[in-house]
């Protein structure tokens, strides 16, 4: 069955606590409908044995409500955790290699320029900055959405990153996402319930 997550939630420990991550993950893993999200180790900065560590917590949260658990950039780690679904930065392998280490593993790809969203074998992309700047790089607005989903071509599922809230999700679906990717709007808001309403994905 392939996965077809609304939300990603990426995982950041320079924003809050470890236990805090786990703890606003389980909420919003606990409000959304079984199999609508993904929650996403990140952190690529943490030590090697603490970071595996962190990620079997957020794994844990994942399978007590029914979600979906993801590892970015770390195939050995994706593997060693038993992870649903791994994500590969623009500098990460390119997905036909990492498929010779995960086999049919569920892979996402980031990309910066929509017209340069072409998955290369993965089964989703996420395109970024959308409509917030990150790291000097502009955003490059819902309108972005649309050019990215012809290069992507249509069995790739589609990701918008980037300052999406409940209302910028709503717009980045009409543009053409099939869902979006978070970090602010789940770690910065004490209630997850607009998002998920405006995904369409309330338990």
């Known amino acids: 069955m392939k996965l077809c997550p609304r939300l990603i939630a990426l995982s950041d420990t320079k924003r809050c606590s470890e236990a805090e991550n786990v703890a606003r993950f389980e909420r919003l893993a606990a409000a959304a409908r079984a199999g609508s999200v993904m929650l996403q180790l990140r952190d690529r900065e943490l030590a090697d044995r603490r970071r595996m560590v962190f990620g079997a917590k957020l794994c844990r949260a994942a399978r007590r409500h029914g979600q979906l658990f993801a590892v970015n950039d770390r195939p050995d780690l994706a593997l060693l955790l038993e992870a649903d679904a791994l994500h590969l930065g623009e500098a990460s392998l390119r997905p036909a290699e990492v498929r010779k280490i995960v086999g049919s593993m569920w892979l996402s790809c ?22 917030a700047a990150r790291k000097g790089a502009p955003a490059l607005g819902v309108e972005a959405l649309a050019v990215a ?31 979006v990717a978070a970090i602010g709007a789940v770690l910065d808001c004490e209630d997850p319930l607009p998002l998920l309403v405006a995904l369409g994905i309330a338990r």
């Open 149 to 179: 989903r012809r290069a992507a071509g249509p069995d790739v599922l589609l990701y918008a990153l980037g300052g999406i809230d409940a209302e910028g999700a709503v717009r980045c679906l009409a543009a053409g996402a099939d869902g």
């Open 110 to 131: 980031a990309c910066h320029e929509a017209a340069h969203a072409a998955s290369e074998g993965a089964d989703a992309v996420v395109l970024s900055p959308i409509l």
